[in-house]
């Protein structure tokens, strides 16, 4: 197969900035190593993550440069000479971990902390800060290693592509969404409180509804966002009201606390009520050990970061938050933090899409756009639009 294709994709510039640019065809290599593992992928669909945009708004260490992009569904158009059992045309699902197969994390299911795909720390993404190096997919193609290991491949093409908005949710946020709840105890009956209305939010939502919850309430401070929570039935708070959160939850449910909690707000969380301008990164943790039940569980896939260099003090700066711990030691609460080992769930909620248990992609409402529209895509997300952009580059998808 000829290399002489171009390719294009979404770059970092600096805070505030992204840009579509020529960037070079992928290789099937990483660091000078080949690859034979790996493959190239023709990316079917990629989409706007809020990890991405942590990054975009310069709240992380992220370099000039950075190609971005972890939430890939593609097709396969060439194969490492190692892989053995994907093949070039398979339609793919990506998940965000980059994993090895081999390590002892991997061996355990924990494919989010892989040992061997980041020098810097356990675990690695594409296209993110920190977390090895490898090139993002919000581009037209990318290469993805340890294939045969990664890769979930769809099994009708036809039937996939009908469904490709709900599918392209497999390679991050619904998985994430799901970790959150099973994570947080989630199961039939359940009263569940998700804190946070983004993309991962409504992802969770629909996941606790999935897994038999009795009642899920989100918080969240954009209108348009709870709106939207409550297009599929879930309850909703809006933080920006005044009053003690546990008053909030009591008038849904005639009781002040709830069985699970799920943070999808993460680091750059806003204080509720009259303060709701104003930053307080232990917010979430905070009300949940305040509205979790004593022997209650916390999910926590939102977003928490070692350095912070636009956070509110000098200690949030390396990651160290103001948290009432001594409250969740006195309730027995357990703490799921990290991210979600995507290929744990991903095949599983993979037929959930398929024999038509879940309409994720209305629940998040999906938004198809062109590369060209990704900074516009960037910039509407921030401004708090209740979408998921997912970005066709090829404009396979609207064909």
Known sequence: MSHSHSNRGVVYKGPGEVAVENIPYPKLEIGGRKCDHGVILKVVTTNICGSDQHMVRGRTTAPSGLVLGHEITGLVVECGRDVEFIKPGDLVSVPFNIACGRCRNCKEGKTGICL?????????????????GWVGGQTEYVMVPYADFNLLKFPDSDQAMEKIQDLTLLSDIFPTGFHGCVTAGVGPGSTVYIA??????????????????????????????????RSFGCETIDLTEEGDMADKVEAILGEREVDAFVDCVGFEAHACGCNHGKEAPATVLNSAMQLTRAGGEIGIPGLYVTEDPGAVDE????????????????????????????????????????????????????????????????????????TKFVIDPHGSVAA
């Not at 401070?221 to 709106?227: D, Q, T, W």
């Not at 948290?323 to 309730?331: E, H, Q, S, T, V």
Request: charge should be neutral.
């Open 116 to 132: 061997n795909v980041n020098p810097a720390r356990p675990g690695a993404a594409y296209g993110y800060v920190d977390m090895g």
């Open 196 to 229: 946070g209305a983004g993309p991962v939010g409504l992802a969770a939502a629909v996941s606790a509804q999935l897994l038999g919850a009795a009642c899920v309430i989100v918080g969240d401070m954009n209108e348009s966002r709870l709106a939207q929570a």
């Open 315 to 386: 200690a949030a700066k390396e990651g160290a938050l103001s948290m009432r711990f001594g409250l969740g030691w006195a309730k027995s609460h357990s703490f799921h933090t990290g991210q979600c080992p995507v290929m744990k769930y991903h095949r599983p909620l993979m037929q959930a899409i398929l024999f038509g248990k879940v309409n994720i992609a209305d629940a998040v409402n999906v938004k198809m756009i062109t590369l060209d529209q990704a900074p516009q895509g960037y910039a509407d997300f921030d401004g708090g639009a209740a």
